[in-house]
Nanobody
Framework: VQLQASGGGLVQAGGSLRLSCAAS????????IGWFRQAPGKGREGVSC????????FYADSVKGRFTISRDHAKRTVDLKMNSLKPEDTAVYYC????????????????????WGQGTLVTVSS
């Protein structure tokens, strides 16, 4: 299983970025895909998740209304569109995958995801 995260970069506050997670080596439609981030000196936190079984979507409160997750089964990608970016969104963003049935209680727990990508850095300047 390989997950390749891309799309990070430097952007000014208020700007937008689109991250993409490309998956290979797995039955894509059977996996929940999550986006996590880790800011310097902080733990890894869940940002958003797209589940496979119910096609549900979850967001962290800090990004609701600004970030949108989407899934393209033909391309085998899960994108994270980030609008109205803030300096506190600065972090390394990771995508992760698992066969598990994610729900509103467990989607943001990193240990529920078996496979991880390498991360892409997002820097938001003020």
């Amino acid at each position: 299983v390989q997950l390749q995260a891309s799309g990070g970069g430097l952007v000014q506050a208020g700007g937008s970025l689109r991250l993409s997670c490309a998956a290979s080596g797995l039955t894509f439609e059977r996996y929940s895909i999550g986006w996590f981030r880790q800011a310097p000196g902080k733990g890894r936190e869940g940002v958003s998740c797209k589940t496979w079984r119910t096609d549900s979507t979850f967001y962290a409160d800090s990004v609701k209304g600004r970030f949108t997750i989407s899934r393209d089964h033909a391309k085998r990608t899960v994108d994270l569109k980030m609008n109205s970016l803030k300096p506190e969104d600065t972090a390394v963003y990771y995508c992760a995958a698992d066969l598990g049935n994610m729900n509103y209680r467990n989607w943001s727990r990193r240990f529920n995801y078996r496979y991880w990508g390498q991360g892409t850095l997002v820097t938001v300047s003020s």
